[in-house]
T-cell receptor
């Protein structure tokens, strides 16, 4: 079963616009991660935010985490056509426990 | 190696056949995960190893699925008596340690059961 649920399921924007994706999860976490997947194959890690952090930046990416609401958001600023991909959040409960993925947001950036 | 390697990239099996999917994690990585991804869905957890110990196999769909990592490096996911619903991409991921670590994914094995 999926631990997280992304919203929206699909998003289409023009190049240069910002894209925001949201993730809600169910149980307590040690950290939350965001991944990108092109063409339905291997996932690439984007950013990890720990449960005691509220916001994190990496290049054009900004992630927020609200553990009281069990939610996270990923903002991609100044989007490019190359950002077209599916984006997944993943929750890590910590210790020797499994990392589980959400349902994903399919982002299309139109040149 | 430079990254996580999975083989084969594509596998076509007739219903009822047994298949074996291989994962070579990044050298030295302690944790290894297997995921199943159906078309248009997120990866679904199958099983998790820490070195050679299988610490969680709660995601394996049935007793037809079996995974091993005997020497704490290469892992094999075996599916016996394949069925059409087993058709999916099987992803392997590894991380240096357990907890607070990003996962490195292979390109996956796309399994089609006819």
């Amino acid at each position: 079963s999926q631990q997280g649920e992304e919203d929206p399921q699909a998003l289409s924007i023009q190049e240069g616009e910002n894209a925001t994706m949201n993730c809600s999860y169910k149980t307590s976490i040690n950290n939350l991660q965001w991944y990108r997947q092109n063409s339905g194959r291997g996932l690439v890690h984007l950013i990890l935010i720990r449960s005691n952090e509220r916001e994190k930046h990496s290049g054009r990416l900004r992630v927020t985490l609200d553990t009281s609401k069990k939610s996270s958001s990923l903002l991609i600023t100044a989007s490019r056509a190359a950002d077209t991909a599916s984006y997944f959040c993943a929750t890590d409960p910590g210790g020797y426990q499994k990392v589980t993925f959400g349902t994903g947001t399919k982002l299309q950036v139109i040149p | 190696g430079a990254g996580v390697s999975q083989s084969p990239r594509y596998k076509v099996a007739k219903r009822g056949q047994d298949v074996a999917l291989r994962c070579d994690p990044i050298s030295g990585h302690v944790s290894l995960f297997w995921y199943q991804q159906a078309l248009g869905q997120g990866p679904e957890f199958l099983t998790y190893f820490q070195n050679e110990a299988q610490l969680d196999k709660s995601g394996l769909p049935s007793d037809r699925f079996f995974a091993e990592r005997p020497e704490g490096s290469v892992s094999t996911l075996k599916i016996q008596r394949t069925q059409q619903e087993d058709s999916a991409v099987y992803l392997c991921a590894s991380s240096l340690r357990s907890g607070n670590e990003k996962l490195f994914f292979g390109s996956g094995t796309q399994l089609s059961v006819l």
